[in-house]
């Protein structure tokens, strides 16, 4: 599991000397996302450097479109996915108002305080800085001047279509878990601390776990617990991994 870094005045920027880091919010970490990562660990293992996801201690919109905006997991959930999908390193800003209302370039030299990483991977459609301004284009004149290598890829696809978080959330909205999981890459799950219930368990002879379900996600699932090595719990209505 990749060591996780919060980029703050403690932060050691020479993590970044020869890096490979791939950028992006990440929702999901989805199929999409994993060959972004997997692009970041193959230049980083040809130059011997360090493999970095590099992302938002928060998704942006939740400070721009708070009222519409549907996660596909939690900040910690997304964080700690990342830690775990291959790379060496995780480097989390801090997203505030302020930190975005930057001009793209001093985005970019706030983000890397001049330890450039030798390549950066983003999505074509990657934009950052006051008002998402910047473009990859911004990035490759940026680049040009600090020695930085920019790998701008396309859109990973299935069925003609981008892989998205957008696309993923549509679906399962949709009810469409299996196509959902499919674009994953991995089994869909919810996580979410247990809370007190209607008390129905007391007549099953076992004890039950609840969670709140988010309303956009009306369905009844089998769920599997692991409860100190004894797997036994039948729950409607959610479909989680429960621990204590």
Not at 108 to 134: E, I, S, Y
Not at 186 to 211: H, K, W, Y
Request: charged share 25%; with cysteine.
């Amino acid at each position: 599991m990749a060591q996780i870094y919060n980029i703050d005045e403690s932060f050691d920027y020479s993590l970044f000397d020869n890096a490979s880091c791939a950028f992006g919010v990440f929702d999901g970490v989805h199929k999409g996302h994993r060959y972004l990562l997997e692009c970041a660990r193959e230049t980083a293992r040809k130059d011997n450097g360090k493999s970095i996801a590099l992302t938002f201690d928060i998704d942006p919109d939740e400070l721009f479109h708070a009222d519409r905006l549907k996660k596909l997991m939690s900040n910690e959930q997304r964080i700690a996915m990342l830690a775990r999908s291959g790379v060496d390193a995780v480097a989390v800003l801090h997203f505030t108002r302020e930190f975005a209302a930057l001009s793209p370039l001093d985005f970019l030299n706030q983000t890397f305080k001049g330890f450039v990483p030798a390549h950066l991977h983003v999505g074509l459609d990657f934009h950052f800085g006051a008002k998402a301004a910047g473009s990859v284009a911004d990035l490759g004149e940026w680049a040009a001047r600090n020695i930085c290598h920019i790998d701008a890829h396309n859109l990973q696809s299935e069925d003609g279509l981008p892989i998205t978080a957008t696309r993923i959330r549509n679906l399962l909205a949709e009810h469409d878990l299996v196509e959902a999981e499919r674009l994953l890459g991995r089994p869909f799950s919810i996580t979410d601390e247990v809370q007190p219930g209607r008390g129905e368990g007391m007549d099953m002879g076992f004890s039950t776990a609840n969670l709140i379900v988010p309303t956009n996600r009306r369905a009844w699932w089998l769920c599997l617990c692991e409860w100190d090595q004894v797997s036994c719990c039948y729950c409607s209505g959610c479909f989680t991994r429960v621990r204590r």
